[in-house]
């Protein structure tokens, strides 16, 4: 059984996912957790910014994991293409990504912001699970950084136009295209001399 900060946190991410940073209230979560009221604060005495911080923690914490258990890099692009195409049907194309929406609401670039970077954090973890993955495929490492980038920037801007059109085919299309251009960059590895 989680506790009620673990659910919080929880609620946090899936509110900003489907709402954004700026229109999810620690309200809204507290309602969504079923926390008690007074307990926001206790458990987070940085406030809202601590929270969506958390918040951001736990979905690069979960989309690590499910990056860690594919055997090869089609198999994450396949794992990771299947989980937000299912996520989307699900939630009616309410569903983004949380770290997305907190890094697009950036707010004032002259002030520091912890959410914001955790948010790159969170991107640059990612970058370098699917490159690791890449490199343990053949890949040389500055193929893999650019192929492991390409990827994350492909799959998050086909999660914003299969939201805006209502429809999965933008994230199919560049599910496609990323695949062809993995398994021909494989491809043209077997039989080359390791370069990494």
Known sequence: MTSPRERMVASAALLIRER?????????VLAHSGAPRGSAYHYFPGGRTQLVCEAVDYVADFVAARLAKAGNSVEMLDGLTRFYRKNLIET????GCPVLAVAIESGDPDKANPAIERAASAFSR???LIATQLMADGIARNR????????TAALEGAIVLARA???TEPLDAVHRLMRELLETELAAQEGS???R
């Open 20 to 28: 954004g940073a700026q229109s999810t209230a620690i309200a809204d």
């Open 92 to 95: 009616d194309y309410r569903a």
């Open 126 to 128: 990612w970058n370098e």
């Open 144 to 151: 893999a950084e650019d192929l492991a980038v390409s990827v």
């Open 165 to 167: 059109t209502r429809d």
């Open 193 to 195: 001399p390791d370069v």
